[in-house]
């Protein structure tokens, strides 16, 4: 009996021992996992309609796993936002465009579901964007359309001489959409004044005998800025000019300045041209590239790349020039720099930062329509001085320059100084020369306007 009780109670002691063991692993297991943290909330809808897609942008209090995917009969896009919830004080946007008819929501089990009820057939694209500038932690979901991209509007060609085509200047204003560029203090955004001097230079360029202007964007949405470069190659543009409004953290800076490529910027470039085979068919002159071998590639390319920087270079120092005219400028030299939107090896790019938005008074310029048109005129007065001297053959303004300037059409005389007055500052010949004050020539008498 007595052996009994001594075995009975070694197994109770095994019992206690192991139901203590047991409850220590549990407990070990209960720390390791961290405590569920709350459903991220959707903060903000916003929407953003271009021609050939729609952006849907949802704000996010944190990042978040999602689904995305379509249904068709009707067709819409359904986005699964998983563990997250709708923010009850967030209003959604019914924007109606082409393609988004209405974003409706719901529960999904635990997950928030949003269903964009489409008028049109698309392929959606998300992703996830961390925070950035004055933005938090965003899923961007692009609605693209399936058909060809609508081309940029082109006014009609001047027909009044047949069989001489017209130069295309692609106009892009810069930023849009959910980017506004800078911002200045008063609430003028970036997007909203390129968009207004880039619509008033291509009015202008319209105007032009022998020019037709494109306009990259014309209304308020994102283009991506390699794309921008494509559309411009897609209507055979000859110049690529980028409105832009400059920024800087001391209020103080101000005036305008003219950015070409920079050599670092182009050397990379071409590398990157040379890995896209199926886009690089037309890039030099219309030489195809598929059965030349990589060495000659790159020379080929190099070759068009620095006939573009040249040109860039030169029509650049002429469009800083005009400016001069329209107001102050932050640099008096042509600078360079690695902007994407000028990296294109065959067209001659230029970036205009038109004035510092974040200069109280050049602000207030940048908002007025009278300085914006000032600004346009001063653009144009460059563009137009290198294409008398330099318009490729079997163009309009070709054929008018060996004909002569009687021919040619003046716009009206507008107040800039010294251009109004007779004068055309020309940049040196070479751009290592120094520029300290731009040398003048005058025009010939019995001219108006702006001078070529």
């Not at 002691?13 to 297991?29: D, E, K, Q, T």
């Not at 810069?174 to 980017?179: A, L, N, R, S, V």
């Not at 609430?187 to 990259?216: D, F, H, S, Y």
Request: with cysteine.
């Amino acid at each position: 009996m007595k052996g009994m009780d001594s075995h009975s109670g070694r197994r109770r002691r095994w019992g206690a021992l192991c139901g203590l063991l047991v409850l220590c692993i549990i407990s070990a297991g209960l720390e390791a996992v961290p405590p569920s943290r709350p459903g991220i909330a959707v903060q903000g809808v916003r929407t953003w309609s271009a021609p050939d897609n729609t952006r849907v942008v949802f704000d996010l209090s944190g990042p978040t796993q999602y689904r995305v995917f379509t249904i068709h009969g009707p067709q819409r896009v359904v986005v699964d936002l998983i563990g997250a919830r709708l923010q009850q004080t967030l209003t959604i946007p019914q924007a109606q465009d082409h393609f988004l008819r209405r974003i409706r929501h719901g529960r999904h089990g635990r997950d928030l579901r949003l269903v964009l009820d489409l008028n049109d057939k698309v392929v959606p694209e998300g992703f996830l964007v961390a925070p950035e500038g004055p933005y938090g932690h965003r899923l961007v979901v692009d609605l693209v359309g399936t058909a060809p991209p609508v081309p940029p509007r082109v006014a009609p060609r001047h027909a009044r001489w047949p069989g001489q085509r017209d130069l295309i200047i692609a106009i892009d204003a810069g930023h849009g959409g959910e980017d506004p560029g800078a911002v200045g203090a008063s609430g003028a955004q970036e997007k909203q004044v390129t968009l207004a001097i880039a619509r008033r230079l291509a009015r202008l360029c319209n105007r032009e005998p022998g020019m037709r202007a494109v306009l990259i964007r014309d209304g308020d949405y994102f283009i991506p800025l390699r794309d921008r470069v494509k559309r411009a190659r897609a209507q055979k543009a000859d110049l690529f000019v980028s409105i832009h409004a400059d920024a800087f953290p001391d209020s103080r800076a101000g005036g305008s300045s003219v950015y070409v490529l920079s050599r670092h910027g182009a050397s990379s470039e071409a590398a990157r041209w040379l890995a896209e085979r199926e886009n690089a068919a037309d890039l030099v002159g219309g030489v195809s590239l598929d059965d030349k071998e990589e060495p000659l590639k790159a020379i080929l390319i190099d070759l068009s790349q620095t006939g573009s920087l040249e040109a860039s270079l030169d029509v650049a120092g002429r469009v800083l020039n005009r400016l001069i005219g329209v107001g102050r400028v932050h640099h008096t030299a042509v600078q360079r720099a690695a902007f994407a939107v000028l990296k294109s090896p065959d067209i001659p790019s230029i970036l205009v930062e038109t004035a510092f938005i974040t200069n109280p008074e050049e602000e207030r310029k940048l908002a007025d329509p009278a300085h914006q048109e000032r600004l346009a005129l001063g653009v144009l007065g460059g563009l137009r001085a290198y294409f008398l001297e330099a318009a490729p053959p079997g163009t309009l303004l070709a054929e008018m320059r060996e004909t002569g300037p009687q021919r040619i059409r003046m716009l009206p005389e507008v107040a800039i100084s010294p251009i109004a007055a007779g004068e055309v500052v020309e940049r040196p010949a070479s751009p290592r020369t120094p520029r300290s004050i731009p040398k003048t020539r005058r025009i010939p008498s019995g001219s108006h306007g702006l001078p070529w």
